[in-house]
């Protein structure tokens, strides 16, 4: 079954709600509205550009996907399931720990990506022509051939895997919080793009990674710091 509301200005609460939820906005006085998603898919559209949406979707199941749209900004968090996002305000997303540890995160337009409480080797994929910044990264990261844009990457102290398809955008790096017994992988990617690893005193593998490679260092406590190239200009 479907539940539809249209104008909404109020909050709503459908933390218990099985149905599909489509949710229509209006433009609200105070330019806040906050919805608790149901547990199914779930749509929330014609958001105003002065307006900021929080979204709680902590009861929206593994796999199932959540849609933004509008001129709004939204802030969403506890997400177990996918994303869609049109909206073309600042958009944030905060991912929480799932049964089958994958991801997807689909934006046409900017948007940011926090890892929360995702584990260390489940899988996010990015995906939408938008530039994506990620933060706090402990998930391994997979680039969608449609991810066009610029990503941005910031690490959390965990190895992981970035793994881009040929036709995604650049890729950046900064592994600041990467300690020096961790490794960062990279792979993929095409020679027409740039992979950027910033402050790394990790051990990089990049030996499939077919992007032009560009690695800045910081002080290693040990040392010493590891560093395997890819396949084109290093």
Known sequence: TNATVNNLVANLVANTLASALTVDLADAGDNA????TGTFTTSINDSAATDT?????????DNALLSTAGAGSFTITGLQGNLSNTASGAVSVTLADNTDGLYTVTSSNAITVNNGTAQIGD???LAGA???TVNALLANLTLHATNTGTTNVTTGDASLTINANAAAGALTVDGAALDQDKTLTLAGGANATNATVNNLVANLVANTLA????????DAGDNAISITTGTFTT
């Not at 929080?54 to 199941?61: K, Q, S, Y």
């Not at 992007?211 to 910081?218: E, F, K, Q, R």
């Open 53 to 61: 949406i929080t979204v709680i979707a902590a009861a929206l199941a």
């Open 33 to 36: 509205i906050s919805i608790t």
């Open 211 to 218: 992007s032009a490679l560009t690695v800045d260092l910081a």
């Open 123 to 125: 899988t996010i994929t």
């Open 130 to 132: 938008g530039a994506k």
